[in-house]
């Protein structure tokens, strides 16, 4: 009995989703019952052209109501706007631009092939007959005639086509400016403080013009909604309303669902919480703008009584409500009450006193899509704007960073990860708090409200992208390696599985970088969710700016590009650090590669790295190529007299980290000192020396001179002792104590078991010779010294006479 209500919900499911498909597949029928009419009239038709007209692809009315859509795009940035409708009314100029745009490019893309096609007939039929020469046949020429008017007719629109793409660009580039323009000074326009009689005579003045405004909006929705509901309206409208309440009903259920499902599918842990969250909250977010949107069309649907104003304000809410589904859900997953379902590790208390916290942040996102339409079509006098921003303001300020002060209250439990950052949040909280009262009341309500949404956006965009890369890790990590199910199948298919493990590391760091640069994309385009833009600043970052239209260039120092690079050196540096750490930990694990490889490729993608944030930060200042002609002209005079040591050595260590002839942990020994490279740079190799010392040697002498790499024969640190005993002796014996005092010697390696040989007999003298390794390489000389001194005494304890005279290192160490 408990299971009926799922059976029944899923029939009804799949009763809806039979009819979705049946509303889905029938156009689809009809259009292919055309297509195949107009199939067979074609057939029919023998007069039918192989290669259809360039007028088909690229028509007149086509070319015609582009160059009409760019001169009004243009009228329209000409006019006068309002500081308040400024910024919408150039963002839809800006994305009309760009669609243009987009449109010439692909016609252009679309009739360049024709115009190699009938090139290509035309060389085929080749020139005119000249005067004097053989006339041709009549059907000759009319064809060479006809191909070269369709010819000259693509290139006509070719061209027009290209100059629509050259003036829509053009177009999109000063619309950027003058929105940039334009929402700057928009940040900084001051109003009368609400702390003075100014701003509230103001309001109290405007009070007439905006309760008709909005008595006005009033009466429309009543009269939209008592039209939805007339007549056989009424089943429609209902109907709607009853689907989107089955969808939501469903969406309750579905939580359970999902995590049974999980728990079934993927191996206990982190990883089970992971995708619970990312898959519920991606669902929520889908079925709150799904069911908005049938309960929206059952109301709009053929309503004469809906206006521009209602459309308007109901798109902007559609906007928010899947953000809210989205916060909603993952607050619930984040602070479930079962902890095994938390993706961070959080006190009961901390996520009881948390649990409505995502709720309020939900609520605060319905409202700001009600103030973009106060702000921009309510029609409201500007003084009841700022207001309502102002009350936005100090109304949400305080929840954003209701966080940082609970997790500061509840750091004594101790089960909080991040705890320790639990007092720099709730500081830097409180003073972005306070920052935006401050501005709030001396009058600046655009820059608080900015800066409020700003970190609301950014607060959402943040959680979303860690969780997704969280996601990726963990997918990583457990899911694909080559010890995992689905990892060990493709081992089966036969990928090697030091592949398949440096796949499942290096593959979620891409992603991750990724998510980064959405991120930033994010953030820069004002922490909205806007697909167009953060597509637009996604491709900024890939392709960079289009300065085809831009002006020389130059030098230029202002506070915001000084603070910029400043910021640039600092994330720079971080970002290096997390990038060579995670090579050092998580990639390099994963392969065969000496300490020396991985040495030389950490130090190449630093300084590379140190050097792209070098030309970013010159960028960023203005400073081009042709402004740095005299840069490097001085360079090349001072290169020529007195830099080439420098240059040299720079180009030696370049080659040394390329070839490695020599590597981090080789015994080598140049110039007379003998030791074990510890470090190379562009510039110098740091050598450990046997006295505890470091020789700084420059590059360019591991080049230009002979170097002996001990480390190359595979024995670093093996050593050799050399004794002369009388040919009458236990040999034998003398062998065995031989190695019993190097084994006990206490430098001597012990994983490398020391050996005793027989080497010569001569002169009724037998030389026997010891051999071991030295625990520390860079040492090996002071410990062979030691392990002579302990045979030396092992041979006086067991009586074993030595020939005189004796040779102690006739042979020199390996």
Same mark, same amino acid.
């Given at each position: 009995?408990?299971?009926?209500?799922?059976?029944?919900?899923?029939?009804?499911?799949?009763?809806?989703?039979?009819?979705?498909?049946?509303?889905?597949?029938?156009?689809?029928?009809?259009?292919?019952?055309? /297509?195949?009419?107009?199939?067979?009239?074609?057939?029919?038709?023998?007069?039918?052209?192989?290669?259809?007209?360039?007028?088909?692809?690229?028509?007149?009315?086509?070319?015609?109501?582009?160059?009409?859509?760019?001169?009004?795009?243009?009228?329209?940035?000409?006019?006068?706007?309002?500081?308040?409708?400024?910024?919408?009314?150039?963002?839809?100029?800006?994305?009309?631009?760009?669609?243009?745009?987009?449109?010439?490019?692909?016609?252009?893309?679309?009739?360049?092939?024709?115009?190699?096609?009938?090139?290509?007939?035309?060389?085929?039929?080749?020139?005119?007959?000249?005067?004097?020469?053989?006339?041709?046949?009549?059907?000759?020429?009319?064809?060479?005639?006809?191909?070269?008017?369709?010819?000259?007719?693509?290139?006509?629109?070719?061209?027009?086509?290209?100059?629509?793409?050259?003036?829509?660009?053009?177009?999109?580039?000063?619309?950027?400016?003058?929105?940039?323009?334009?929402?700057?000074?928009?940040?900084?326009?001051?109003?009368?403080?609400?702390?003075?009689?100014?701003?509230?005579?103001?309001?109290?003045?405007?009070?007439?013009?905006?309760?008709?405004?909005?008595?006005?909006?009033?009466?429309?929705?009543?009269?939209?909604?008592?039209?939805?509901?007339?007549?056989?309206?009424?089943?429609?409208?209902?109907?709607?309303?009853?689907?989107?309440?089955?969808?939501?009903?469903?969406?309750?259920?579905?939580?359970?669902?999902?995590?049974?499902?999980?728990?079934?599918?993927?191996?206990?842990?982190?990883?089970?919480?992971?995708?619970?969250?990312?898959?519920?909250?991606?669902?929520?977010?889908?079925?709150?703008?799904?069911?908005?949107?049938?309960?929206?069309?059952?109301?709009?649907?053929?309503?004469?009584?809906?206006?521009?104003?209602?459309?308007?304000?109901?798109?902007?809410?559609?906007?928010?409500?899947?953000?809210?589904?989205?916060?909603?859900?993952?607050?619930?997953?984040?602070?479930?009450?079962?902890?095994?379902?938390?993706?961070?590790?959080?006190?009961?208390?901390?996520?009881?006193?948390?649990?409505?916290?995502?709720?309020?942040?939900?609520?605060?996102?319905?409202?700001?899509?009600?103030?973009?339409? !106060?702000?921009?079509?309510?029609?409201?006098?500007?003084?009841? !704007?700022?207001?309502?921003?102002?009350?936005?303001?100090?109304?949400?300020?305080?929840?954003?960073?209701?966080?940082?002060?609970?997790?500061?209250?509840?750091?004594?439990?101790?089960?909080?990860?991040?705890?320790?950052?639990?007092?720099?949040?709730?500081?830097?909280?409180?003073?972005?708090?306070?920052?935006?009262?401050?501005?709030?009341?001396?009058?600046?309500?655009?820059? $608080?409200?900015?800066?409020?949404?700003?970190?609301?956006?950014?607060?959402?965009?943040?959680?979303?992208?860690?969780?997704?890369?969280?996601?990726?890790?963990?997918?990583? /990590?457990?899911?694909?390696?080559?010890?995992?199910?689905?990892?060990?199948?493709?081992?089966?298919?036969?990928?090697?599985?030091?592949?398949?493990?440096?796949?499942?590391?290096?593959?979620?760091?891409?992603?991750?970088?990724?998510?980064?640069?959405?991120?930033?994309?994010?953030?820069?385009?004002? $922490?909205?969710?806007?697909?167009?833009?953060?597509?637009?600043?996604?491709?900024?970052?890939?392709?960079?700016? /289009?300065?085809?239209?831009?002006?020389?260039?130059?030098?230029?120092?202002?506070?915001?590009?000084?603070?910029?690079?400043?910021?640039?050196?600092?994330?720079?540096?971080?970002?290096?650090?997390?990038?060579?750490?995670?090579?050092?930990?998580?990639?390099?694990?994963?392969?065969?590669? /000496?300490?020396?490889?991985?040495?030389?490729?950490?130090?190449?993608?630093?300084?590379?790295?140190?050097?792209?944030?070098?030309?970013?930060?010159?960028?960023?200042?203005?400073?081009?190529?042709?402004?740095?002609?005299?840069? &490097?002209?001085?360079?090349?005079?001072?290169?020529?007299?007195?830099?080439?040591?420098?240059?040299?050595?720079?180009?030696?260590?370049?080659?040394?980290?390329?070839?490695?002839?020599?590597?981090?942990?080789?015994?080598?020994?140049?110039?007379?000192?003998?030791?074990? @490279?510890?470090?190379?740079?562009?510039?110098?190799?740091?050598?450990?020396?046997?006295?505890?010392?470091?020789?700084?040697?420059?590059?360019?002498?591991?080049?230009?001179?002979?170097?002996?790499?001990?480390?190359?024969?595979?024995?670093?640190?093996?050593?050799?002792?050399?004794?002369?005993?009388?040919?009458?002796?236990?040999?034998?014996?003398?062998?065995? &104590?031989?190695?019993?005092?190097?084994?006990?010697?206490?430098?001597?390696?012990?994983?490398?078991?020391?050996?005793?040989?027989?080497?010569?007999?001569?002169?009724?003298?037998?030389?026997?010779?010891?051999?071991?390794?030295?625990?520390?390489?860079?040492?090996?000389?002071?410990?062979?010294?030691?392990?002579?001194?302990?045979?030396?005494?092992?041979?006086?304890?067991?009586?074993?006479? @030595?020939?005189?005279?004796?040779?102690?290192?006739?042979?020199?160490?390996?």
């Amino acid at each position: 009995m408990a299971f009926i209500p799922t059976r029944a919900l899923s029939a009804l499911f799949t009763a809806l989703f039979i009819g979705i498909c049946s509303l889905t597949t029938l156009p689809a029928a009809w259009a292919a019952a055309e /297509d195949t009419q107009q199939n067979q009239s074609e057939i029919t038709n023998p007069t039918t052209p192989l290669i259809s007209g360039i007028s088909v692809i690229a028509p007149d009315s086509t070319l015609d109501a582009m160059g009409a859509e760019l001169h009004s795009v243009y009228e329209s940035s000409t006019k006068n706007y309002t500081k308040t409708e400024s910024t919408v009314a150039y963002a839809a100029l800006l994305k009309r631009a760009s669609a243009i745009a987009t449109q010439a490019d692909g016609l252009l893309a679309k009739i360049k092939p024709y115009n190699t096609i009938y090139q290509n007939f035309l060389n085929i039929l080749g020139k005119a007959p000249e005067k004097g020469d053989t006339s041709e046949s009549p059907s000759v020429t009319a064809q060479r005639k006809a191909l070269s008017a369709k010819q000259r007719d693509i290139s006509e629109r070719m061209t027009r086509l290209r100059l629509y793409q050259l003036e829509a660009q053009q177009l999109v580039d000063e619309l950027r400016q003058h929105g940039s323009a334009i929402q700057q000074a928009t940040l900084t326009q001051r109003f009368p403080t609400p702390l003075g009689i100014t701003f509230w005579s103001q309001l109290v003045d405007a009070a007439g013009n905006n309760t008709g405004r909005l008595s006005r909006l009033a009466q429309e929705s009543g009269a939209v909604l008592s039209a939805s509901l007339k007549g056989q309206r009424a089943l429609l409208t209902l109907g709607s309303f009853a689907l989107s309440a089955l969808l939501l009903t469903g969406w309750l259920f579905s939580r359970r669902g999902i995590r049974s499902l999980v728990s079934r599918v993927l191996p206990a842990g982190r990883i089970r919480a992971i995708v619970a969250t990312v898959t519920c909250s991606i669902l929520t977010a889908i079925i709150w703008r799904f069911s908005f949107d049938i309960a929206w069309a059952g109301i709009s649907f053929n309503n004469n009584a809906l206006q521009e104003d209602l459309s308007v304000l109901a798109g902007m809410i559609a906007i928010q409500i899947p953000i809210c589904g989205f916060v909603t859900e993952l607050g619930f997953n984040l602070l479930s009450r079962d902890e095994k379902w938390r993706i961070i590790s959080l006190s009961d208390t901390l996520a009881k006193n948390l649990r409505l916290f995502p709720f309020w942040f939900a609520v605060a996102l319905a409202i700001r899509g009600i103030l973009r339409f !106060i702000d921009t079509k309510s029609g409201l006098s500007s003084m009841s !704007i700022q207001f309502c921003d102002a009350l936005y303001v100090l109304s949400v300020s305080p929840l954003l960073f209701a966080v940082p002060r609970q997790l500061r209250l509840s750091t004594g439990e101790g089960k909080e990860i991040h705890s320790s950052l639990a007092p720099l949040l709730q500081t830097l909280a409180s003073s972005v708090s306070i920052v935006c009262w401050i501005a709030v009341f001396l009058g600046y309500i655009p820059l $608080a409200y900015s800066i409020i949404t700003w970190i609301s956006g950014m607060a959402v965009t943040t959680t979303a992208l860690v969780l997704f890369a969280m996601l990726v890790i963990a997918l990583g /990590d457990t899911i694909f390696p080559s010890s995992a199910p689905v990892g060990s199948r493709l081992v089966q298919l036969g990928l090697p599985a030091r592949l398949v493990d440096q796949a499942c590391v290096v593959i979620p760091g891409i992603i991750c970088v990724f998510l980064v640069i959405m991120g930033f994309a994010v953030a820069t385009a004002g $922490a909205t969710f806007d697909p167009s833009q953060i597509i637009s600043r996604i491709a900024y970052i890939f392709n960079g700016a /289009d300065t085809s239209t831009s002006g020389e260039g130059g030098f230029h120092i202002s506070l915001d590009a000084i603070i910029l690079c400043i910021l640039l050196f600092i994330l720079g540096s971080y970002a290096i650090k997390i990038l060579t750490t995670w090579f050092r930990e998580r990639y390099f694990p994963k392969t065969s590669l /000496d300490i020396g490889a991985q040495s030389s490729i950490l130090s190449i993608i630093t300084y590379s790295s140190w050097i792209l944030i070098g030309l970013t930060a010159a960028s960023t200042l203005g400073v081009t190529m042709k402004s740095m002609t005299w840069v &490097v002209s001085a360079l090349s005079v001072g290169i020529g007299f007195g830099l080439q040591s420098i240059v040299q050595n720079f180009v030696s260590g370049i080659i040394l980290m390329a070839e490695r002839p020599v590597s981090i942990g080789d015994v080598v020994e140049i110039a007379g000192s003998r030791g074990v @490279i510890t470090r190379i740079s562009v510039r110098s190799t740091n050598i450990a020396l046997s006295d505890k010392s470091t020789l700084i040697v420059p590059n360019s002498q591991f080049i230009t001179t002979a170097v002996r790499n001990a480390t190359r024969s595979e024995k670093p640190g093996v050593f050799t002792t050399v004794l002369q005993l009388p040919f009458a002796s236990d040999l034998e014996r003398a062998m065995q &104590v031989m190695i019993e005092a190097l084994a006990a010697s206490k430098n001597v390696d012990p994983t490398y078991p020391p050996t005793a040989t027989i080497t010569n007999i001569a002169d009724g003298s037998a030389l026997l010779t010891g051999t071991a390794r030295a625990n520390d390489v860079s040492s090996t000389t002071t410990i062979r010294s030691e392990a002579l001194f302990d045979i030396w005494q092992a041979f006086q304890e067991n009586n074993i006479p @030595i020939s005189i005279p004796n040779s102690l290192a006739p042979f020199p160490d390996k």
